[in-house]
């Protein structure tokens, strides 16, 4: 039986929680040993991944596959190797074999080239574990975590480059602007520059086509630009544009379900809720259901993704039993923080 929520603290609730889930887990191990073959697995969903990515390409290329399906199936494709990456960050396969382990690092780092150098996420990764919720953690930060709702946030949570822009703009001396430029140089290194660079090339090329030929004046671009931007369209549609899809699903749901600002340190049961409401599994298709898995993570930390997801149903009843928060929609108003307001004086006696 559950001991009394109300006779723990908040360490004793997070605790039993790590308990309860880690003792499924090993259950679902003995029950199916396939599931003990953890190296495999993360190979072989790799494989299942870039295969999947490829042959999509493949058959939009060859005329067989519509544009927007080809989009849509390699975000989603790409979505489980961002769960690997993330495994990878806490040393889940191949631990003890680095050739391997680091060649599964590069082969993510090459389906997904919007984000950072994997090397580098991996200190502020880890450093959110330990920092989760406060102004030191530069990783939730990066993706809007504790960001206003405005019109700022919606351009930053889902590209990466406006996201430094925007805060090189806000920068308060010449001195900050140099390290923020610098850092996103280096951090995005090369793939995310020619990743972005090739966004806004063909958002860029295709805005001013389009603006030219409403306004009756279209340009008559050379054979050698046409053939650039073909080149540009294939990408986007079969890498670019999945990573940009993945990436606003992934940081909006990451960003609203991780706390911000007011978190008691070292506090896991405050530092994530549970989001998984029925009207954002369009998002949450595109970044493997993270906002119903990943606070399951935060409490035990060396789960990998694929047993992390059939734990859910049972880690979501005890992390219910223990006060873990499930839809707070507040937190979009408050900018991520903890702290419910309570209600002013008058709406008390409104409904009094």
């Not at 994997?118 to 330990?130: A, C, D, I, T, Y």
């Not at 405005?150 to 390290?179: Q, T, Y």
């Not at 990743?195 to 389009?210: P, R």
């Given at each position: 039986m559950s001991p009394s929520p109300a006779s723990l603290n908040d360490q004793q609730r997070a605790a039993h929680i790590r308990e309860q889930v880690m003792a499924h887990g090993n259950a679902l191990r003995q029950r199916y040993p396939i599931l003990q073959h953890q190296d495999a697995f993360g190979a072989g969903i790799l494989a299942f991944a870039l295969c999947g990515m490829i042959g999509s390409a493949a058959l939009y290329i060859g005329g067989h596959l519509p544009w927007w399906a080809c989009l849509l199936l390699n975000a989603f494709f790409a979505s489980l190797t961002h769960e690997l990456e993330h495994d990878l960050i806490h040393s889940m396969y191949f631990r003890k074999q680095p050739l391997?382990?680091?060649?599964?690092?590069?082969?993510?780092?090459?389906?997904?080239?919007?984000?950072?150098?994997?090397?580098?996420?991996?200190?502020?990764?880890?450093?959110?574990?330990?920092?989760?919720?406060?102004?030191?953690?530069?990783?939730?930060?990066?993706?809007?975590?504790?960001?206003?709702?405005?019109?700022?946030?919606?351009?930053?949570?889902?590209?990466?480059?406006?996201?430094?822009?925007?805060?090189?703009?806000?920068?308060?001396?010449?001195?900050?602007?140099?390290?923020?430029?610098?850092?996103?140089?280096?951090?995005?290194?090369?793939?995310?520059?020619?990743?972005?660079?090739?966004?806004?090339?063909?958002?860029?090329?295709?805005?001013?086509?389009?603006?030219?030929?409403?306004?009756?004046?279209?340009?008559?671009?050379?054979?050698?630009?046409?053939?650039?931007?073909?080149?540009?369209?294939?990408?986007?549609?079969?890498?670019?544009?999945?990573?940009?899809?993945?990436?606003?699903?992934?940081?909006?749901?990451?960003?609203?379900?991780?706390?911000?600002?007011?978190?008691?340190?070292g506090n896991v049961i405050q530092q994530t809720q549970v989001l998984n409401p029925w009207w954002l599994w369009p998002l949450q298709a595109f970044c493997f259901n993270f906002g119903s898995s990943h606070a399951i993570h935060h409490f035990v930390v060396k789960e990998p993704f694929y047993i992390r997801q059939l734990t859910v149903p049972f880690a979501h009843r005890v992390m219910r039993e223990m006060g873990v928060r499930f839809n707070d929609f507040g937190t979009f108003a408050r900018a991520n923080r903890w702290t419910r307001r309570a209600r002013t004086q008058q709406e008390r006696a409104s409904t009094a």
């Open positions: 391997p382990h680091n060649l599964m690092l590069a082969l993510v780092w090459l389906a997904r080239p919007s984000t950072i150098n994997p090397w580098v996420r991996r200190h502020l990764h880890l450093n959110h574990h330990k920092v989760s919720g406060s102004e030191a953690d530069m990783e939730e930060r990066a993706i809007t975590n504790g960001e206003p709702w405005g019109i700022a946030r919606l351009l930053m949570v889902g590209d990466n480059m406006m996201s430094s822009f925007i805060r090189w703009l806000r920068a308060k001396n010449p001195e900050h602007r140099r390290l923020i430029l610098t850092r996103t140089l280096k951090v995005y290194a090369p793939l995310g520059l020619l990743n972005w660079a090739t966004w806004y090339l063909f958002l860029g090329f295709h805005l001013l086509d389009w603006t030219a030929a409403a306004l009756g004046a279209p340009i008559a671009w050379s054979a050698t630009t046409l053939s650039v931007m073909q080149v540009v369209n294939v990408a986007v549609v079969v890498l670019v544009g999945p990573n940009v899809l993945r990436t606003f699903c992934l940081h909006f749901v990451s960003s609203n379900m991780h706390y911000y600002g007011d978190v008691e340190p």
